[in-house]
């Protein structure tokens, strides 16, 4: 056991972390081993000890293959908890024959049994296990171009797929396939979302420690292509064991989450149920904090960091994720140019598949975004979409949406008589007949319809008049389009560029 010890004393940390052939499952199915020095050796790659102050456990090196295509499996590291006292553990049944040699092992006889000493892993684990430990596990994500220290704390953060090289060529070609997709169907063109996406993936590899806070929200018909782009950076640019895809919220927002920790990118796929006000605030938390609470079956609830990003993929609007002065979102309403039934869309999706679902294609888009420059990129400064506002437009106040029906009326029909400020009492007075015309049985009172217009930017100005021989103070409210183009309305509003009003009581249409 001394040998042993010795051995595991003179070997580095970082084995565990390491891509060598040693897991807990290899290691439990060698029964015999040449020297102590090659059982430490494989002992040292697959546990680590946590000795932390409310609970010890051992870590369990596993390496899982994920397999894509036919042509490309991804080992998959991954890091199984079991508690130190666990009675469910294979180690007091394991028991191992080692050589013990004193001198020249060359002259010593496999056959002689006398070299070989039984010896039980739970012993070496009970025995060593200060060779072994950890202060503590956390996730500590670094860059592609950071060399991971290996100290008191166990790192949880998965490794990357691909090696960064600051001479590797990249096939620009290649590499533009994702982004011209990104660029002509995801984003449908528009360049300043398109910029601002690519970046966004950019940054979650280059800062892996600074979290986003920006949830990509996109939504397109089936079949357009909006979940290609995330398999690809998922699955072939980054990790398996760094994402992860939910079509399910309660995963991560029920009380067993800790699938979730250590997580640089999560999908949520057709996840969201719009309706469920408790689930989408706890969603708009996970998505700006910096810590979670995560629970673990038959574990207590811990607080730890959260960097994960978040992005959202749907087939159906949302009635309430978004709404008033939200800045989380960059909602994206995608092309469906290469949905199922366009002319041409197989022969594109035939190639894609091919091209860009790949190790090798991962690699050079692995590259492009570790080397993007993205010194000049401010993560909170939010491109403003059409969709994003008519997502707020249908979470929108019954005043707002009076508001953007007159802003309507003064573009479309050149109605100069409403670009002008207006009394507050004919500005409620023409809102109360715009309310009975659509059907609304409760527009409220003029108390908190004023309210809605102060929360939006259209305040009340006092002007002194003369009404029948009495100078009288009236109340005026700015409801111009020029005001509202520059007040808190304008978060409604399209560009000045781009008069084609929204109006929150038609469909969708794509632009």
Request: hydrophobic share 35%.
């Amino acid at each position: 056991m001394e040998s042993i010890s010795d051995e595991l004393a003179k070997l580095p940390k970082r084995l565990i972390r390491e891509r060598n052939e040693w897991t807990q499952n290899s290691l439990v199915l060698t029964e015999r081993w040449n020297s102590p020095k090659e059982l430490a050796y494989a002992i040292k790659s697959s546990y680590a000890y946590i000795n932390n102050s409310s609970q010890a456990y051992f870590l369990k090196k596993e390496i899982n293959q994920v397999r894509f295509s036919d042509r490309d499996v991804v080992d998959v590291v991954a890091y199984a908890k079991h508690k130190a006292s666990s009675r469910d553990c294979n180690e007091k049944s394991v028991n191992f024959k080692v050589k013990f040699v004193e001198g020249d092992e060359t002259e010593s006889n496999d056959d002689n049994e006398d070299d070989w000493i039984d010896i039980k892993l739970d012993a070496i684990l009970t025995t060593n296990w200060s060779q072994l430990a950890y202060s503590d596990a956390q996730v500590i994500p670094y860059s592609p171009t950071e060399t991971p220290t290996i100290g008191h704390t166990f790192n949880m953060f998965g490794d990357y797929q691909h090696k960064y090289h600051t001479d590797f060529k990249i096939d620009q070609d290649l590499v533009n396939l994702w982004l011209h997709h990104i660029r002509d169907t995801i984003c449908n063109g528009d360049l300043n979302s398109y910029e601002y996406l690519v970046s966004w993936f950019a940054h979650i590899i280059q800062k892996p420690k600074v979290k986003t806070k920006i949830c990509p929200l996109i939504k397109s018909r089936p079949g357009s292509g909006k979940g290609f782009t995330f398999s690809v950076f998922n699955q072939y640019v980054l990790n398996p064991q760094q994402t992860l895809v939910v079509n399910d919220l309660d995963r991560l927002t029920g009380r067993f989450n800790s699938l979730a920790i250590g997580k640089m990118l999560i999908v949520c796929d057709e996840a969201l149920d719009s309706k469920n006000r408790k689930s989408n605030q706890i969603m708009k938390n996970r998505i700006s904090e910096s810590t979670q609470v995560v629970e673990e079956k038959y574990s207590n609830a811990i607080e730890v960091n959260d960097f994960s990003n978040y992005a959202i993929l749907t087939n159906n609007d949302f009635q309430s994720i978004v709404e008033q002065g939200d800045r989380r979102y960059l909602c994206l309403l995608a092309s469906d140019h290469r949905g199922p039934y366009n002319e041409g869309s197989e022969e594109y999706w035939d190639m894609m598949h091919e091209k860009l679902l790949s190790i090798e294609a991962g690699r050079h888009i692995f590259h492009y975004l570790v080397g993007r420059d993205i010194s000049n990129f401010t993560i909170s400064k939010l491109p403003m979409t059409d969709y994003n506002r008519v997502l707020k437009c249908n979470q929108a106040s019954l005043a707002v949406k009076y508001l953007l029906h007159r802003y309507s009326k003064i573009i479309d029909e050149a109605r100069a008589d409403l670009d002008k400020p207006e009394t507050t009492d004919t500005l409620f007075k023409n809102y109360l007949g715009w309310a009975e015309q659509n059907g609304e049985a409760n527009p409220g009172s003029k108390g908190v319809f004023n309210i809605r217009l102060n929360e939006v930017g259209i305040t009340a100005v006092q002007k002194k008049e003369r009404v029948r021989d009495k100078r009288v103070s009236v109340y005026y409210r700015n409801v111009s389009v020029e005001n509202m183009r520059v007040c808190g309305m304008a978060q409604y509003l399209p560009d000045k560029r781009d008069d084609e009003p929204i109006d929150p009581n038609e469909d969708l249409k794509q632009r």
